[in-house]
């Protein structure tokens, strides 16, 4: 099955970036989302709270959007890509006690924008963490993975 | 209840970096983990592998590390803090399918390292996804979290 | 008049970054501030924006602590320092047709924080700047400056 | 007036980056300038200085240069451009008691180099203002606007 | 001789970054080394070790392509390119006791990436020389050059 | 011999950053040096260029003291240290026909500046190199080693 293949490994099992010269260069969308779990007294906190839905959340949506512009400094592998779009969205969803975060990108370039998308989500949801952890120690960050990806080889959706 | 408050907004709801200059440096700990999980194909993929504890691995641990010592950087309202430890450990769990992720993380310092320890594990968690994403688009990155801290106003053992 | 010597220049008018071992560590704070103008049409359609008050000003004030965060990585000849404190104040002067921006810095070392306070007022003046030229190309950033600062060999107010 | 719209805000008032994947690629170039006022005793102190066109100078045009390169890390909606050009011209007005600052920027893009020109103006202030504190802490950085740009769906130039 | 102009300098001397904006887009590459000379009781330290070809190098091998991407950050008048190659190959040569480093990298862009190459060479060495030095203080990084460069208006291949 | 341990490789061989928490905090300096070398003709285009000694020098010196800023960026396994002085000499030996580039660093902290002081040699030599490259492909960045520390568990002096 030659689909199955690690290809930041080399034949020797080492790692390496992946030569993406003799890719085309073609727009390329990507979709992630994650949750930011919480208890359900942090939640009333937040909930009482004047202005939770304003800065909270435009602090989280930022630092993601600067986040997904350092992927290649952060993921050793990652290729740096001129990024055309990064958007963030993120809920309170009372019902399950979370915030849900998703972050959509877009480039032109030989590879994709799932990193930025995921690395985007996941600086947002550490962001909610470092500023709600005073009102609760318990959060965990969960769930975060591609939704969606178009534009190279294959689109991807995920079921 | 005094306790629950939001620390990151001040009075009118608006963010706002914690002023930590009237409290006093103490010697701080933060362990934080995490999960990669992975379909079955891709684990016998890895397994299958000339190198696949030794490249990959290391990878996501200096990606680790190197991520965490950029914290403050990331996140808005961390403060910049001198790290004296980062370690990080990732151990394959063959029965759950799954990278299981550690960091631990120490200063000397008025405020804690558990930001730096849960970046820790998230930038590692991104890079395994970058490194094997290629094998397996379904990866999810899931259950980060506080594991423990000690040396702040109260230590903290999640149960 | 022995005051009177650049302390970025040695003997031979090179530049040079000031040796601090022989300071000691004292507390220290600064306080900057700054303007944006705006032409009155810009002033007005910001008047009647939804939200203008949340998240552009929440945007520019993220952007100006994460900005005094990067103070010695931007500016050559300026010491890293740990900081204990960044607060930004933006206020929106409808009379003066500007916004008014005020940055406070706090740390514990062997030189000063003014650096930090002045970036994080340009910082956050240039976000302005970003969001709002769509509307007014004319902008100005004007009146950066050092507003007061306490803790070094003298303290400092700007009359 | 349709032109009258905050790109920077969606319809909900919230911050978002604007999604340039439908602009096209074109040529574009911006000039920003500004200005460091000194009192009069920090001029006569710079004039009798060895070397102080040589080295002052040189490093806050460094300064400039690297500050416009971050750019987009700075500025949390500014996209990651290639830059092709980036100048910078810092001369003493001895008459006005100021350095002069102007930048100019060139980049093959979606989007215009403005921020990249005023962010280097401004960095390259702040960078005098570091260098010549010791010798005046009333100096006042003041003045930065763009001065003109082409390329992109209209040109400006200030009047 | 036209040939012989420092092209970093303008014609008063003054540095520059040069304007690539009327240079075409080419696909380009650059392969660059040095060496890591350590004394025989290092080499023999090295030797006995149970991983060392393992982490020791691919630690190395990921500081290097992480410090390549950062080169615009840290050369003043380098542009930012995307790359979209750069591989690392570090060989522990027992007879002439010392590590060879060599790296190669691609870009499609209007100059050339052999800073990218002798930055990730650099940059490797140093994080060789950080992970033995509590074992060999004497340790010398030396013969960094650019070994051949193909793309701009001459091909270059060291003799 | 049990000085003769890798400090960064634990029991199993993998990387780790070495836990400093139990080194006391003390006053430390390091000294690193290096040389670019250069081919005759370009020795000689140098010398007759106008202002050589000025922008060149000051821009690579600068590069070298932002680069050192850098250290615990680059290096994997580096700490981050406060830094009270970052010194930089470069002197042109025209009989010998290079660059002589020497660093010199200071902190207060539980562990050496070594890596800072080289990093800066590196950075500057790079910087050189990328000015005079249009002049000689055929620069070597050579000989950057440690020349002395202090503050530590034992002094070092090279012979």
Known sequence: ??????SHLNSQG????VDVSLKSVTSRTAIASGKVL???TALETILKQKNPKGDL????????IMGAKQTSSLIPLCHPL???KIAIDIHLNQDNYCYEISASTKTNAETGVEMEALTAVSIAALTLYDMLKAIDKSITITDIKLVSKTGGKSDYNRK
Do not use: F, R, S
Request: no cysteine; glycine share 4%; proline share 8%.
């Open 57 to 64: 959340i435009a602090t989280a949506k930022i630092a993601g």
């Open 82 to 84: 001129p990024l055309q």
């Open 14 to 17: 080492e790692v390496q970036m």
């Open 1 to 6: 099955m030659t689909e199955q293949k690690i």
């Open 38 to 40: 919480l208890n359900p």
